[in-house]
């Protein structure tokens, strides 16, 4: 589509967020977004509303970080906007109605920032031959005494995603198991990383997939953060992530999301 192109021609990020997929990706997540409107909104309502729930038990009203804010559909900024003295908002890309969004809260701004902290040097490895994966370090300086909330918002799961897509294309003869545990470390380095903040955390995630055919029998499942052992959620919800629709597919995909208040 011409309105896709026209978006990749016209979004800033940095180059190597760029070749490594992940704008292809967030102009991809628009449309999935639009096309699977009705079903996605239920476990959007959720995640703003339990977003919202953990802002106003927050104590410290001075700032807000929202790892993982992408196109604003599960961010209830305008209300934590009101709520907070600042709100930062960060993700790999931001597209340019989004940015304008945000310039309408003079309170609130974007920041780029791989919260892996793997991917500039992943892309760098690609580039010259190096078939090697990089340890996931989590920092974030825009995180600080200064912070009430850190809000992860559905990104758990997706940490992984585009990084092993990249390694599999790029580095040859990769161990499948090797692998494996390295995006298990991504996704426990990002929860660890969470629970060692000094502040208040609130935590949305889906932990889990499950598969369905045409006649609603599951036909798979499994965990979507590599067997992360996580708490009992606060509150759980099941997103329709792949409805099912006519000719367009022989299965739909649920999620079993968690959201979790860490203090």
């Not at 979507?224 to 708490?231: I, N, Q």
Request: with cysteine.
């Amino acid at each position: 589509m011409l309105s896709d192109l026209f978006t990749s021609l016209t979004t800033p990020c940095s180059p190597f967020i760029r070749h490594l997929g992940y704008l292809s990706e967030a102009i991809d997540m628009r449309g999935r977004s639009r096309r699977n409107a009705a079903a996605w909104q239920p476990h959007l309502d959720n995640t703003r509303s339990f977003v919202l729930s953990s802002a106003e038990k927050c104590r410290n009203r001075n700032k807000v970080v929202i790892l993982g804010s992408g196109l604003l559909l599960d961010v209830p900024l305008n209300e934590l906007a009101s709520m907070f003295r600042e709100v930062v908002l960060m993700d790999v890309v931001c597209l340019p109605e989004i940015r304008k969004q945000i310039k309408a809260f003079n309170n609130a701004s974007f920041i780029e920032c791989d919260v892996t902290s793997t991917a500039e040097q992943l892309y760098q490895n690609g580039m010259k031959g190096v078939s090697e994966l990089p340890e996931s370090v989590p920092t974030v300086p825009e995180i600080g005494h200064d912070s009430g909330l850190v809000v992860s918002l559905n990104i758990l799961s997706q940490l992984w995603v585009i990084p092993r897509a990249f390694a599999g294309q790029r580095f040859r003869g990769l161990n499948e198991y090797l692998v494996d545990e390295w995006c298990g470390r991504v996704v426990t380095a990002h929860y660890s990383f969470l629970r060692s903040l000094p502040c208040d955390v609130c935590l949305v995630a889906d932990h889990e997939f499950v598969k369905r055919d045409s006649s609603g029998s599951i036909i798979s499942r499994g965990s979507t953060v590599y067997d992360l052992t996580l708490p009992t959620p606060d509150r759980s919800w099941t997103w329709n992530i792949v409805p099912m629709s006519k000719g367009s597919n022989a299965f739909s995909k649920e999620l079993i999301v968690g959201a979790w208040h860490l203090i």
